[in-house]
């Protein structure tokens, strides 16, 4: 009997899913960074794209780039500081070294009129390290508890005050290094001490001083070292004992760190700030 062959029935073709849940599951599985509308990638400018638009402001770059001030330069501006303010005298009010050295640091984040108001009252029953000590830190934060960190400077002042008995006779001691020991006094504090109690041809930099410094391009320099450093090798020596005090005023009344009084500059012909308001 022939053997009958039926024929077979084609398999259906694999139905596919539909597009939208194939992207759905994909953008599931995939990372979660991959899954951000390129657009919005594309829409931040490349760092070189903002420096051409002017978006960012090479400060830096342009104060490397500035040509260095000449030794004529520097003489002829101080020159003119020493013209016009012949004898300039720091705005920390004081009696004698040891009350200086208090005085500094009690300065430390604080105005030299903040310091003042308090230490007026302060140096008339305490001048010595010895009244210091007898007035006690819990007296002395009153007198001084409208200065910022007064706890820490009370501390400091009354712990300086007994190294200045037992290690230097009571005096004030007259190196950098001696003065850098002392519990609350750094570099700056040192600086301003030697060239005011004693007559030491310092630079003492503050925030004033190193703006100066970096905005006129006289001295530019990352830490107040460096500022400190490039500012006593470009000053002549004859300027150099009220040279920082120059600065301070200078940068303290005239060269503001948000709206520099450039009408008002004794130096703007010479400074090297691109960016001058007159």
Not at 236 to 249: D, K, Q, T, V, Y
Not at 263 to 275: A, H, N, S, V
Request: glycine share 6%.
């Amino acid at each position: 009997m022939a053997k009958i062959t039926r024929p077979q029935r084609a398999k259906p073709a694999p139905v596919r899913k539909p597009a939208k849940k194939a992207a759905k599951k994909a953008a599931k599985s995939a990372p979660k960074t991959a899954s951000r509308p390129a657009a919005k990638n594309a829409a931040k400018p490349s760092p070189a794209a903002k420096s051409k638009a002017g978006a960012v402001k090479p400060v830096k770059k342009a104060l490397k780039a500035t040509k260095p001030w000449t030794p004529a330069e520097i003489r002829e501006a101080f020159s003119r500081f020493a013209q016009a303010n012949p004898e300039p005298k720091g705005e920390l009010e004081h009696l004698n070294p040891y009350t200086l050295l208090v005085a500094v640091v009690l300065s430390a984040q604080a105005t030299d009129a903040g310091v003042n108001k308090a230490t007026r009252p302060l140096f008339a029953v305490a001048d010595t390290p010895e009244k210091m000590i007898a007035l006690g830190e819990e007296q002395l934060r009153e007198y001084i508890k409208t200065v910022g960190l007064y706890r820490t400077k009370a501390k400091n002042v009354i712990a300086l005050s007994h190294k200045l008995i037992n290690e230097f006779g009571g005096e004030v001691p007259r190196t950098r290094a001696e003065l850098e020991s002392l519990p609350g006094a750094g570099r700056k504090t040192a600086n301003v001490v030697l060239n005011m109690a004693f007559g030491e041809h310092t630079m003492a930099v503050d925030t004033h001083v190193f703006r100066v410094g970096n905005r006129t391009g006289l001295a530019p320099g990352k830490t107040p070292l460096e500022v400190e450093l490039g500012l006593e090798k470009v000053i002549p020596a004859e300027f150099m004992l009220h040279a920082h005090h120059w600065l301070i005023l200078h940068g303290r009344y005239t060269c503001l760190a948000r709206k520099p009084r450039c009408e008002l500059c004794l130096i703007k012909d010479l400074c090297r700030w691109p960016e001058k308001t007159a």
